[in-house]
């Protein structure tokens, strides 16, 4: 009798053992894949219409060099910018911005999330860094 009970330890235990293992492994695909889905959302947010073609490599240089540069690219060229690429630029500017001026960046969030409708590509975006900047 104790040989069986034993026998059905060790298979309870393998068992749970598995399980544990196949829940492991489902958490650990989905993550993954909610990383690679996160990865191509902001893949597309930077592919947007809206930013003409000549604009790409100052962009790029603007936001390497800091927040500053940004907002100094953002006075001269933000004009030329059309959403919702243009929310999206802004977006990565109040980030950058947070860190030294946090009134300006709660100020050009606002407006960003004023002007972007539920509608939008860029509004999960917003939604997501609205906690930040409330």
Known sequence: MTKVIAI????AVLFVGW??????????????????????????????PGLPQYL?????????QGDRAFGVW???YG??????????????????LMRNNPAEARRIFAT???RTAP??????RVKEMEKSFQ
């Open 8 to 11: 059905l330890i060790v298979i």
């Open 112 to 114: 960003v999330k004023d």
């Open 74 to 76: 953002l006075k001269n």
């Open 119 to 124: 509608s939008s590509p860029v509004w999960p």
């Open 79 to 96: 004009h030329l910018v059309l959403d919702p690429r243009k929310a999206v630029i802004e977006l990565d500017y109040c980030q950058l």
């Open 19 to 48: 399980q544990m293992f196949v829940y492991w492994d489902k958490v650990s695909h989905e993550e993954e894949t909610h990383r690679q889905e996160t990865a191509a959302a902001a893949a597309q947010l930077q592919n947007l």
């Open 56 to 64: 790409e490599a100052s962009l790029a240089t603007a936001k390497s």
